[in-house]
């Protein structure tokens, strides 16, 4: 194998898997050629077409025994990290896991067969009471062989997947949920990108598919001899496995806190969509949903979001899991192309429009997720930076949410001049972060995002809050002393400082405050995590702040020139003396807090 060398070299035992696999992909490539030339040479038969055909058919089935093989790599690496390794699980935990790898194990050789069309003679149903692995490899006691669990004879992998073309989601979710569990997993080895990609497939499924697709991606690169590059070192990260959460399963089936200094096995990445053509995209889901599950956050990431790049907007969705005891799922949701430019592209809506009803479609999948797997959780969807201008012309396409904030957004959509223009199928709580002087505000006031009329209660003023229907009520966009609301209907929340200590913490301020807001110690990310889960969250209030060679002074909030002379020093005339840095707080308005509801199985979740 050549290509990039890890930083910790693989075992024998993957080099040598690797190795075959690298011979199969070869002849994999050498076959292909010959197909293509058959089929574009100048003279045309009816024998010449039929080779080629067969020649394709010899190639497609070396690409599902490299599906097989790129499992038992996967397995092997995962025995190294927790098993063999230097740093092995302790006991009893490396006990169950060795079991439930040795059943992995088997398993992967009994679909290598199936896919090879030859027997095995590990092709047996598993005996009643022994172990069977999970996607996060935790072992659960199986019961005896049934048809639920047993091959079906003859699964037509491409016929089965070419059927799903004209049918909805609902209607591929019914045909893999009568499959046995073997012709799951036999199906996402031998059709990947198909399986992958296709809303309605359970996403174990999807993700067992994409695990093969990333696989595949790496080893391409791998193969070609690219130096280390951004993308050799990402995907390496996303095929293996990521260090554990911060909480565990629990004997109940919901999430705990781990004890500190406790080790448990390294969780499996589940991505339910991928492609490394071009910037990349990806879905990746942190967490499990289950019965325990009371919210699930959806984060989309701003202007130069790319694969290469994708660690940031992963750590967001751990760090948002981890801040919620395993009550939240997490999903940084990449699927699409960002602008990767913030002067050349950052300001075109072509990212958003395209990108938009991707996520209404997503948020009809996440409907189907909730109903089967986590009653009565409610759905957030995050969209920082562009990321903001994206959910926001989701919304005028109809997206099904519950909640929304729009964090350092530039736009509440493309189209969006008001409350009107969404057309969410229901109501809907949406909510606004910015940190003070961070330049989006500048797109902010074109966009009339920001009211000139939103200021501090000077004068007593008061905040509007939505009903239990999540609506606003008809008098708060004529409040001129409104200052927890940014445009209608939307409740805007302060960013606070980067910890708990107040008196000696940072604010969260101009740039560093723009991707500060995310930062798990900072006050805007336990907003966020009360919007999600419910709790008091502090609503935006004005604040006196000078920084190096910028500063933010009381009643600023919405007038344009004060923004203007800010940023022209901070953007252009300072930029290379840090004119944002050493905020210092010296004055602020008074606290005021909104309550926000938790989430239940009492919500009644319409229809999309």
Do not use: K
């Amino acid at each position: 194998m050549t290509g990039a060398i890890p930083e910790n070299p693989p075992p024998s035992r993957v080099t040598r898997l690797l190795d075959l696999a690298a011979e199969v992909l070869a002849v994999r490539d050498q076959l292909h050629t010959a197909r293509d030339a058959l089929r574009s040479a100048p003279t045309r038969s009816a024998a010449l077409d039929a080779l080629a055909d067969a020649i394709d058919g010899e190639g497609r089935g070396l690409d599902e025994f490299l599906s097989g093989v790129y499992r038992l790599v996967e397995l092997a690496e995962d025995t190294w990290d927790d098993l063999d390794g230097p740093d092995p699980l302790p006991e009893p935990e490396r006990s169950r896991l060795r079991e439930s790898l040795d059943r992995a194990v088997d398993n992967a050789l009994v679909d290598l067969a199936r896919l090879t069309g030859t027997r095995s003679p590990r092709d047996t149903p598993a005996p009643a009471g022994t172990h069977a692995p999970t996607e996060n490899h935790t072992t659960t006691e199986t019961p005896a062989p049934s048809a639920s669990t047993a091959p079906s004879p003859g699964l037509d992998t491409r016929a089965t997947v070419a059927a799903w073309a004209h049918d909805d989601p609902d209607d591929v979710y019914a045909t893999i949920e009568h499959l046995p569990t073997a012709d799951r997993r036999l199906l996402a080895l031998a059709e990947p990108e198909a399986v992958g990609s296709t809303y309605g497939v359970p996403w174990a499924v999807r993700a067992r598919a994409n695990a093969v697709s990333v696989r595949r991606a790496l080893h391409r690169e791998q193969v070609a001899g690219t130096p280390w590059s951004p993308r050799i070192g990402r995907l390496e990260t996303m095929a293996r496995r990521a260090e554990e959460l911060s909480t565990e399963r629990s004997p109940s089936g919901g999430r705990r806190r781990r004890e500190p200094g406790a080790r448990g096995p390294r969780r499996r990445r589940r991505f339910i969509a991928f492609s490394a053509l071009r910037g990349g995209r990806m879905i990746e889901v942190v967490g499990d949903p289950g019965p325990a599950t009371r919210a699930i956050a959806v984060y989309v990431p701003g202007t130069g979001t790319n694969l290469d790049m994708s660690h940031v907007n992963t750590d967001v969705a751990d760090d948002l899991v981890n801040a919620s005891g395993g009550r939240l799922v997490a999903v940084a949701y990449l699927d699409g192309e960002f602008p990767q430019d913030i002067m050349a592209d950052a300001g075109l809506p072509r990212f958003a429009e395209a990108m938009a009803p991707r996520l209404v479609r997503f948020g009809r999948e996440l409907d189907r997720v909730i109903e089967i797997d986590c009653p009565g959780a409610e759905v957030t969807v995050v969209g920082h930076s562009y990321g903001g201008r994206i959910v926001g012309t989701a919304e005028r396409l109809g997206l099904r949410a519950d909640r929304v904030v729009y964090a350092a957004s530039p736009d509440l959509g493309v189209g969006v001049r008001g409350a009107a223009d969404w057309r969410n199928p229901g109501p809907v709580r949406r909510y606004s972060i910015t940190a003070p002087a961070d330049p989006v505000e500048l797109l902010q006031a074109r966009f009339a995002l920001r009211r000139r009329w939103s200021r501090s209660g000077e004068r007593g003023g008061v905040h509007p809050v939505p009903d239990a229907t999540g609506r606003v009520p008809d008098t708060a966009s004529r409040v001129p002393d409104a200052a927890s609301w940014e445009s209608d209907g939307v409740v805007r929340l302060d960013a606070g400082f980067f910890d708990d200590d107040q008196a000696a913490a940072e604010p969260v301020y101009g740039t560093r405050g723009h991707g500060g807001l995310f930062d798990r110690g900072a006050g805007s990310f336990r907003a966020m995590v009360a919007v999600m889960l419910g709790g008091p969250a502090p609503l935006w209030r004005d604040r006196e702040i000078h920084a190096r060679h910028t500063r933010v002074r009381r009643g600023e909030q919405g007038r344009l020139l004060p923004m203007i002379r800010r940023h022209a020093v901070g953007l252009w005339l300072r930029r290379d003396d840090a004119p944002y840095g050493e905020p210092v707080v010296t004055w602020e308005a008074p606290e005021r807090v909104i309550e926000i509801p938790e989430p239940g199985p009492s919500t009644a979740r319409p229809q999309s």
